[in-house]
């Protein structure tokens, strides 16, 4: 049987958006409003900050691979660091192992996180911080950071780190000790720009590379009962 999805021209028009977004359009569609009274030509440029303000906001629909054990990318953007590391020392997991996935997500991409994996949120700690450049190295360990600990179905745990950056102000995380995701799911966002740290454990390599562009949800960026190698990438 063969499977279809529509989208229709509203989707790409007139996206979803989330709920923290309709404040923020509000407020510039009001400056808009008084520039516009003030010079028609600032109005002008207000409309395009309004229309850019919502299309930051928006919240597509994703489609998740049904595969069991699979790790999705978290975040929009460009795998921007591959590392290995020790997990966070907030997370109190010792001196483990883990491959850390850095992806860079840039004012212009969709801002909404969804949860890597399936499992179970073991552990969530909010760092107050700096606002680096969420390009930098260090900014894991200097700049405010969300991070939550996961045990997955396949028995393996995860981390996943929401970075606050040069621009963002905000980290708006949802996700609560206890509470259960599915891949994919929608756990939060961070405001105008930032950075999303996935931790893989010891043993499981990533599926994605260096600049590669992720989407959230669907970018596979490994499988946790797969140990083959990671992948390498040729730029064409």
């Avoid at 989208?7 to 709920?19: A, F, Q, R, T």
């Avoid at 790790?71 to 192992?97: F, H």
Wanted: hydrophobic share 45%.
């Amino acid at each position: 049987m063969i499977k279809t999805f529509n989208i229709s021209w509203k989707d790409y028009l007139l996206p979803n958006i989330h709920n923290e977004g309709w404040r923020f359009v509000g407020i510039f569609a009001a400056v808009t409003a008084l520039l516009a009274i003030i010079w028609q030509p600032l109005g002008w440029i207000g409309l395009v900050l309004t229309v850019w303000c919502y299309y930051f906001f928006r919240d597509p629909q994703r489609v998740t691979p049904n595969i069991e054990n699979v790790v999705v990318s978290p975040a929009d953007g460009i795998v921007q660091m591959i590392a290995k590391v020790e997990a966070p020392e907030e997370l109190n997991m010792g001196k483990k192992k883990f491959t850390r996935v850095s992806i860079f997500m840039s004012v212009f991409n969709v801002h909404v996180n969804r949860a890597p994996a399936e499992g179970k949120i073991i552990n969530a700690v909010y760092v107050p911080g700096k606002f680096l450049n969420a390009t930098l190295d260090k900014a894991s360990k200097d700049n405010e950071r969300q991070l939550l600990a996961m045990k997955t179905t396949s028995g393996k745990e995860i981390c996943f780190v929401q970075i606050a950056g040069l621009v963002a102000r905000r980290i708006v995380c949802n996700a609560q000790i206890g509470q259960e995701y599915k891949a994919g799911e929608r756990f939060g966002m961070i405001r105008f720009g930032s950075r999303l740290d996935v931790y893989l454990p010891e043993g499981v390599n990533p599926k994605v590379v260096l600049g590669q562009t992720m989407v959230a949800g669907e970018t596979i960026i490994a499988n946790l009962a797969d140990d083959a190698k990671a992948v390498e990438g040729v730029i064409r």
